[in-house]
């Protein structure tokens, strides 16, 4: 099934579909109930939403995307309908996740969201370094540290927090796609452009990407500047602030 996008508070959230396959009829059981929380999540019904998710956790206890799911479920209840008690079970929920996965990339990008609306960024900066303290080997401690310095209008160190993320995976397309939005907002489209179409290469379901490759691309022909070419069989885009999956 293909990745859902839901956006909350300027935050994709990502909300998995599919659960890591584990053996006998919990899981399959887990997996049922958590596509139907899915579903009614993406219908706005985020209270029954959050009744499949607990079932899903009774039936296999140890599915970190369970866990993430209702702290997502709740996490969102509790955002639009101003309920403290859902949002401090959702940070218990979320932390939950981290035990049973602690490189879930979607549920540390949804606790430091969290942490962030309730006023604690600086907790939600320690989060992410100690991750990527933890985890020297991956990009993504690295892009969501750049996402809460972009957010915060630091875009240098965001900036270099990308670069930081790319010479661990030359080949990332959120950290290019992201690279290339900071670049543009600063007046540097060439460059933007670069990276774009870098991540375009690698990732060509970005379709909002490739509308940014054929403005920028528009803006240099009309400047005088030789017309780049993106990558052939580019179609799509995929924004930086990925999500919530099935």
């Not at 899915?38 to 079932?55: D, I, K, P, T």
């Not at 955002?79 to 940070?91: P, S, V």
């Not at 490189?103 to 962030?116: F, Q």
């Not at 933007?192 to 375009?200: D, G, V």
Request: hydrophobic share 35%; with cysteine; proline share 5%.
């Amino acid at each position: 099934m293909r990745p859902v996008r839901e956006t909350f508070n300027g935050v994709s959230l990502l909300l998995g579909s599919a659960l890591a396959l584990t053996s006998g009829c919990n899981s399959m059981t887990s997996q049922a109930l958590n596509s139907e929380g899915v579903r009614l999540y993406q219908n706005g019904n985020y209270q029954q939403a959050s009744l499949q998710f607990q079932r899903a956790i009774a039936s296999n206890p140890q599915s970190a995307t369970a866990y993430y799911n209702l702290a997502s479920a709740l996490h969102r209840n509790g955002k639009l309908n101003n309920r403290q008690q859902d949002l401090q079970q959702a940070e218990q929920l979320y932390n939950q996740c981290l035990d049973y996965d602690p490189n879930h990339v979607e549920c540390y990008r949804g606790l430091a969201v969290l942490l962030t609306d309730t006023g604690r960024p600086d907790a939600a900066t320690r989060l992410l370094e100690g991750w990527a303290a933890r985890s020297p080997q991956l990009p993504d401690p690295r892009i969501e540290l750049a996402r809460l310095l972009q957010e915060s209008n630091q875009l240098a160190q965001a900036s270099s927090k990308l670069e930081e993320a790319l010479t661990i995976d030359p080949h990332n397309s959120r950290a290019l796609t992201a690279l290339g939005q900071i670049r543009e907002s600063t007046g540097d489209s060439t460059q933007a452009l670069a990276n774009y179409q870098r991540s375009l290469a690698i990732n060509r379901f970005q379709p909002a990407i490739e509308s940014r490759v054929a403005a920028l691309q528009g803006i240099s022909t009309a400047a005088g500047a030789p017309q780049a070419t993106p990558p052939s069989g580019t179609r799509t885009v995929q924004q930086w602030q990925s999500s919530v999956r099935y």
